[in-house]
């Protein structure tokens, strides 16, 4: 089992930036590929960003590429998304969550509790 925490969350407006943190608890953090994922009211969840366990395989989906930039510290359990050029679009809830493989395959097994993104226009 492993057990996720975001933080970093908040309220910023257009064109500002926000980093978010994951820190993760219970295994060897190094097995895992990590994840961001996004929820936005009233829409489904979607993927935002994916880093294989030893940070050399990252990938972002077309809507954040250029703009969020993923990372890991594996000596820190903890994985972050470094959110640039913010847009009120970004608004959302958003989610760390690890896979059961090294690889990135964009289907978690573990989920964190999300944390609020709000971006004012």
């Known amino acids: 089992q492993v057990q996720l925490v975001e933080s970093g969350g908040g309220l910023v407006q257009a064109g500002g930036s926000l980093r978010l943190s994951c820190a993760a608890s219970?295994?060897?953090?190094?097995?895992?590929?990590m994840d961001w994922f996004r929820q936005a009211p009233g829409q489904e969840r979607e993927w935002v960003s994916g880093i294989s366990w030893s940070g050399r395989s990252i990938y972002y989906a077309d809507s954040v590429k250029g703009r969020f930039t993923i990372s890991r510290d594996n000596a820190k359990n903890t994985v972050y998304l470094q959110m640039n050029s913010l847009k009120p679009e970004d608004t959302a809830v958003y989610y760390c969550?690890?896979?059961?493989?090294?690889?990135?395959?964009?289907?978690?097994?573990?989920w964190g509790q999300g944390t609020q993104v709000t971006v004012s226009s």
């Open positions: 219970g295994r060897t953090f190094s097995n895992y590929a």
């Open positions: 969550a690890a896979e059961g493989s090294r690889f990135h395959s964009g289907r978690p097994d573990y």
